[in-house]
């Protein structure tokens, strides 16, 4: 079984400081996606990396940054957080050459609240 | 561009009863159907894929091109149904998927 984890369940934060997700896969996928989620607004994606050192921006790229030093590791970095960057941050990991297609697993998610 | 529609953000039905998720798509070329779903405080999974052609959990989504819709369906719904359900959409490489903004089911004993 895929196996993605992520660094946190619960993070609180405060306005300005500098915050580092984390996000670890075990099964080798070439591609990671971040993720948003909030009420009523779904999932929007942040970033993705489709390889080491590789990365696109998502739909909402503004106030975040990413790294890919390593295939299984993907981060998500927050500059200056803010309290409209409150939310829950899921993970993701795919590879369109296994036998689930582009299936994407899912981390359990960090519940980030920025005060 | 928005991609993928669910139309209901709610859907209530009674134990038993048929119930049918709405997805309808956009996509220029051949895209993979997803449906996710999100039990309470349990991370998000896949459900089933249009590829597959699997009933998962009494579960079916039939791709209709023509409609460009992969409405989820079930005859006889469960309380343990009860769930948060995404339908999403991948390009063929997987750099791009998009998700719907979901459908809150409340199976009603």
């Known amino acids: 079984d895929v196996k993605v984890t992520q660094s946190s369940r619960y993070l609180v934060k405060r306005t300005g400081e500098k915050v580092f997700l984390e996000c670890v896969q075990d099964?080798?996928?070439?591609?990671m996606f971040w993720y948003r989620q909030d009420p009523g607004l779904g999932l929007r994606l942040i970033y993705f990396?489709?390889?080491?050192?590789?990365?696109e921006k998502g739909d909402i790229p503004e106030g975040y940054s990413v790294s890919r030093e390593k295939k299984e590791r993907f981060s998500l970095i927050l500059e200056s957080a803010s309290t409209n960057q409150t939310s829950m941050y899921l993970c993701?990991?795919?590879?369109?050459?296994?036998?689930?297609?582009?299936?994407?697993?899912f981390g359990p998610g960090t519940r980030l609240t920025v005060l | 561009a928005q991609r993928v529609t669910q139309p209901e953000k709610l859907l209530s039905v009674f134990k038993g009863a048929p119930v049918e998720l709405k997805c309808n798509y956009s996509?220029?070329?051949?895209?993979?159907l997803f449906w996710y779903v999100q039990y309470s405080r349990q991370r998000l999974q896949l459900l089933l894929r249009?590829?597959s052609r699997e009933s998962i959990k009494g579960f079916t989504a039939d791709l209709n091109k023509g409609e460009t819709s992969f409405h989820l369906k079930k005859p006889f719904a469960q309380e343990e149904d009860s769930a948060m359900y995404y339908c999403?959409?991948?390009?063929?490489?997987?750099?791009?998927?998009?998700f719907g903004t979901g459908t809150s089911l409340t199976v009603i004993p």
């Open positions: 993701a990991s795919s590879s369109p050459s296994g036998n689930r297609g582009n299936t994407q697993y």
């Open positions: 099964m080798d996928h070439e591609n």
């Open positions: 990396s489709y390889d080491v050192k590789m990365k």
């Open positions: 996509y220029s070329g051949s895209p993979e």
């Open positions: 249009h590829i």
């Open positions: 999403a959409l991948s390009g063929h490489s997987g750099n791009q998927f998009y």
